[in-house]
């Protein structure tokens, strides 16, 4: 699976949009980009994935740019619920590995 | 859909005693479960690979015969830290893969172990 690189942490305030940034610049054809966060001691939960459309469910977006080197998650206004620690990660379709977790990004949304 | 479970949740338990963590997949089949262990601070680290039917496969610098795990049925994993130290106290959270569609991963709540 392609490295990915995160800064370590953000702010945000409550309301506002979050946008959480995440390089990929080896990610092969095939890998697609995954977000996961893990609120304080909890497990980690799915947000959402792509290949290189953007994507959008309920909880957040996820844009990916044309090269796919990079992307974004935005959480359109963020609460303080979502605090947490989130995960970029880039992985192959119908991959039999594990999930590999590197620092992800540390959010913490202020009131 | 895609519910895992683990339990206990939380567990105290004296050194050199034994701990049993279940991962149940609630509601579909898993052939293949993940053991991770989390220290305060610090990101998820991959333990083992629980294969159905067969030997789990650990990462290098974790001790199959201390962390026994156990995969027994389709929808069962469990994890026994034997002899417990103060050490192995830790976050140790679970995921299963599903067998359909694009095999994603779903993860547990996670058991904070706390030897004493």
């Known amino acids: 699976d392609a490295k990915t690189t995160q800064p370590p942490s953000m702010d945000c305030a409550e309301g506002r949009a979050a946008n959480l940034p995440c390089n990929h610049s080896t990610i092969s054809g095939n890998e697609y980009v995954y977000w996961y966060r893990q609120i304080h001691s909890q497990g980690p939960q799915y947000i959402i994935h792509g290949l290189k459309n953007n994507e959008t469910n309920e909880m957040a977006s996820l844009i990916i740019t044309e090269d796919r080197k990079s992307s974004t998650l935005i959480l359109p206004h963020a609460t303080l619920r979502d605090t947490a620690v989130y995960y970029c990660?880039?992985?192959?379709?119908?991959?039999?590995?594990?999930?590999?977790f590197g620092k992800g990004t540390s959010l913490l949304v202020t009131p | 859909g895609a519910v895992v479970s683990q339990h206990p949740s939380w567990v105290i338990c004296k050194s050199g005693t034994s701990v049993k963590i279940e991962c149940r997949s609630l509601d579909f089949q898993a052939t293949t479960m993940f053991w991770y262990r989390q220290f305060p601070k610090q990101s998820l680290m991959l333990m083992a690979t629980s294969n159905e039917g067969s030997k789990a496969t650990y990462e290098q610098g974790v001790e199959k015969d201390k962390f026994l795990i156990n995969h027994a049925s389709l929808t069962l994993s469990t994890l026994t830290v034997t002899s417990a130290h103060p050490e192995d106290s830790s976050f140790y959270i679970c995921?299963?893969?599903?067998?359909?569609?694009?095999?994603?991963?779903?993860f547990g709540p996670g058991t904070r172990l706390t030897v004493t």
């Open positions: 990660i880039v992985r192959a379709a119908n991959s039999g590995y594990a999930l590999n």
């Open positions: 995921s299963a893969r599903e067998e359909a569609g694009l095999r994603e991963q779903y």
